[in-house]
């Protein structure tokens, strides 16, 4: 009689994992079957069906598709258009990702070096990541238009000649840069600034009193380490969404003058969206992703490396 | 480095005026952009340099930018599309996470796994056998276009799985003791618990919804679908895109209702936003 014995309730203790174990294995199966099913639907079958496509020379309206092996990949090697996409993204990439870096945590310093007006700095320099920037791409496009927009006016003051800025091919790109530094630097700030509340005060006194009087001292030796797995992380987000550039060419200038702003996903837009080459644009969205998986297998190597070796 | 005591104006000063001028260069789009939307079209031609105009033309302005395009059927379209997202995304993603959180299932790994290979692929990548799909299906230009994509959301499962599993295992052994049912426990003892992850995966869902021009350029074709992103497209398009004046007017009226959402809740926004990087 279990329920004689000394602590009678252990035995429905005792049985009870056992009937939960099942029960519960059968709640979880339920509760995780409609995310499992809509993950496959929507995300992970969809992406696995875009690298078939990628090797398929198949244009939505056409009657069949055939199989053509790398055909398009080989097509993409000679394509003006692709190459210069290519070779803008990994540009834009090069030069927003560590100037908003370097801006950031510049700023995330500096807002975190005092209580003055940290909060209204903070919501001042993230404003942009929240705001429509399709719209605030048209909000720059009057900024740096080439004989209205305050910006050629202003250093028209100064006597310098305007400039056009998004219309010509020499100054699209940089121009783009600019506004894509403008759109990421609040994020990057918030992200050190969080970096840097989490940094212990007692290892500054403790840097004092080992001899680190000077800021860039104490920067060096304290905030700048402490900080590293922050920095990587902010490297890695910042450089996935340069990688994602789009909305401001799609608004701005679909790509020209002469391919001269051309990025992988407007092309990849074109191809697959207006000129309904299904399977060349997923020749292109499979370079994207390829990028984008090589830049995280990247940080997980060098945070591995960290891990074991400091 | 570290914010000591509180330092003299003057030992300050320094900070301020250096964080001052990049917050001027960061408002100065906002700044020109509502300055042009209350002049005339004479005036930004004249003299664009100066903020504040000469002769308010902000009723000329504003009303030719509601009447050339729907703009607030744009803004209505957004919120329909946001929401809808929301409440698919936290419909799907929430039981799941907790079963993936705190039962004890064989597969669960498995499922985890695919949840994390999920985190690392970007949504334009379906986005092409998408498309084909719902134009097979003659869904193109619709609601559920706009929105069925987007109903899993993996960064959501992963949020709420590290927040769940936080939660006393206690709180549901009390709640089961109750006779609650695991459905229940889920939406009336788990989800309650995690509130600040909740609201901190909608703010980061909404403003990246609402933000988004590639999906409703890619399946939206009417006006009547547009959502704000595309709207400003579709404003371009038309010929007051070419009154400047009319245009910035039409950006501020779709700009403002998320910069003011963001002034009004600026600590779970930040939050939000931040924490959901790893997704952006």
Redesign the interface.
């Known amino acids: 009689m279990p329920d004689a014995l000394p602590g009678g309730f252990a035995a429905p203790l005792l049985r009870q994992p056992a009937q939960a174990?099942l029960g519960?294995?059968?709640?979880?199966?339920?509760?995780?079957a409609?995310?499992?099913l809509?993950?496959f639907a929507?995300?992970?079958?969809?992406?696995l069906?875009?690298l078939a496509?990628s090797f398929t020379d198949w244009e939505?309206g056409a009657d069949g598709l055939r199989w053509i092996g790398l055909g398009n990949y080989a097509e993409l090697l000679e394509d003006d258009s692709f190459l210069a996409a290519l070779r803008n993204t990994l540009l834009y990439v090069a030069v927003v990702m560590p100037a908003s870096i370097g801006?950031g945590l510049g700023?995330a310093?500096?807002?975190?070096?005092?209580?003055?007006?940290r909060?209204a700095?903070?919501?001042?320099?993230?404003?942009?990541?929240?705001?429509?920037?399709?719209?605030?791409a048209?909000?720059?496009q009057?900024?740096l238009?080439p004989t209205?927009?305050?910006v050629n006016?202003?250093l028209g003051l100064f006597g310098i000649t305007p400039v056009n800025w998004l219309g010509s091919s020499d100054w699209v790109l940089p121009s783009l840069c600019a506004i894509g530094v403008?759109e990421n630097?609040?994020?990057v700030v918030?992200?050190f600034m969080?970096g840097l509340i989490a940094?212990p005060?007692e290892l500054?006194a403790a840097a004092e009193v080992d001899g680190a009087r000077s800021?860039w001292a104490?920067?060096r030796l304290?905030?700048w380490p402490l900080l590293g797995p922050t920095t990587l992380?902010v490297v890695t987000?910042t450089a996935?969404?340069c990688l994602?550039v789009?909305?401001t060419v799609?608004?701005l200038t679909k790509g020209g003058p002469n391919k001269a702003s051309e990025v992988l996903?407007h092309v990849?837009?074109k191809e697959?969206?207006t000129y309904f080459r299904?399977g060349y644009?997923?020749a292109i969205?499979a370079v994207?992703?390829a990028v984008?998986?090589a830049l995280?297998l990247l940080q997980t190597r060098i945070l591995d490396r960290r891990v074991h070796y400091a | 480095m570290r914010p000591g005591p509180e330092r003299s104006l003057l030992a300050d000063l320094p900070r301020l005026l250096l964080l001052g001028f990049g917050a001027l260069l960061v408002l100065a789009p906002y700044l020109w952009m509502l300055s042009a939307s209350l002049k005339p079209g004479g005036e930004i031609f004249r003299d664009s340099l100066s903020l504040w105009p000469e002769r308010f033309h902000a009723l000329e302005n504003y009303g030719k930018a509601l009447r050339e395009v729907p703009l607030l059927r744009f803004l209505l379209n957004g919120a329909v599309v946001c929401l809808a997202i929301l409440a698919l995304q936290l419909l799907f993603a929430v039981p799941c996470a907790y079963a993936l959180a705190k039962l004890r299932w064989c597969g669960r790994e498995a499922m985890f796994a695919l949840v994390l290979a999920g985190l690392l692929i970007p949504a334009h990548v379906p986005a092409l056998p998408l498309y084909a799909g719902f134009a097979a299906a003659g869904l193109l230009d619709s609601y559920a276009a706009l929105v069925a994509p987007f109903a899993i959301s993996v960064f959501g499962i992963f949020m709420f799985r590290q927040a769940f599993r936080s939660l006393p295992d206690e709180l549901i052994q009390a709640a089961r003791m109750d006779g609650m049912g695991e459905l229940g426990i889920v939406w009336r003892v788990v989800l309650p618990n995690a509130w600040p992850t909740a609201t901190a995966f909608a703010t980061f869902s909404i403003v990246a919804h609402w933000n988004d021009l590639f999906w409703p350029l890619v399946v939206v074709q009417s006006p009547a679908m547009a959502t704000p992103a595309l709207g400003v497209l579709f404003f371009r398009a038309e010929e007051a895109g070419n009154d400047v004046g009319a245009l910035m007017a039409a950006s501020v009226i779709v700009t403002a209702p998320m910069v003011a959402f963001f002034l009004l809740a600026q600590r779970r926004f930040i939050q939000g936003v931040a924490t959901a990087g790893l997704k952006g």
């Open positions: 174990g519960e294995a059968a709640a979880g199966w339920l509760l995780a409609p995310a499992a809509a993950l929507l995300l992970l079958g969809p992406s069906m875009l496509l939505l801006l700023v310093l500096l807002v975190e070096g005092g209580t003055r007006l909060a700095f903070r919501a001042i320099y993230f404003l942009p990541v929240v705001s429509l920037l399709v719209a605030m048209t909000a720059w009057f900024l238009h209205i927009g305050p006016r202003l403008w630097l609040g994020y918030v992200l969080a940094i005060a500054y800021g104490r920067f304290v905030t992380f987000i996935i969404r994602r789009f909305d799609a608004a996903l990849m837009y697959g969206f299904i644009s997923a969205t994207f992703l984008v998986l995280m």
